[in-house]
Nanobody, 120 residues
Framework: QGRLLESGGGSVQAGGSLKLSCNVY????MGWFRQAPGKEREGVAT???????TYSESVEGRFTISKDNAKNTLYLQMNSLKPEDTGMYYC??????????????????WGQGTLVIVSS
């Protein structure tokens, strides 16, 4: 089974920024999900092989997903962070296209998560 690894989580004040990273799984569509305590895992952002992106309504305009194929790295730039953004963030990959409303259970590969804490 393939393995993904996230990094870049941390603790910040509301309004701050963080940038998450994940290794790219070759020829797979990729995205970011998050899970708050007691909540279901939800989609945050996705990116296709040719760079088309989708976002959840809750993060659109604040978060940016990008991919650097030369460095084999997926990024999630998170700006204007809010306390409700707190949670475990996961990198995900699948051989088929998916959007930010995809069900987490449908996706093939996952990292172990990186924790993001936003305090008010």
């Amino acid at each position: 089974q393939g393995r993904l690894l996230e990094s870049g989580g941390g603790s910040v004040q509301a309004g701050g920024s963080l940038k998450l990273s994940c290794n790219v799984y070759p020829n797979y569509y990729m995205g970011w999900f998050r899970q708050a305590p007691g909540k279901e895992r939800e989609g945050v952002a996705t990116i296709t092989l040719d760079g088309k992106t989708t976002y959840s309504e809750s993060v659109e305009g604040r978060f940016t997903i990008s991919k650097d194929n030369a460095k084999n790295t997926l990024y999630l730039q998170m700006n204007s962070l809010k306390p409700e953004d707190t949670g475990m963030y996961y990198c995900a990959a699948d051989r088929y296209f998916f959007t930010a409303i995809a069900r987490a259970s449908d996706l093939e590969l996952w990292g172990q998560g990186t924790l993001v804490i936003v305090s008010s």
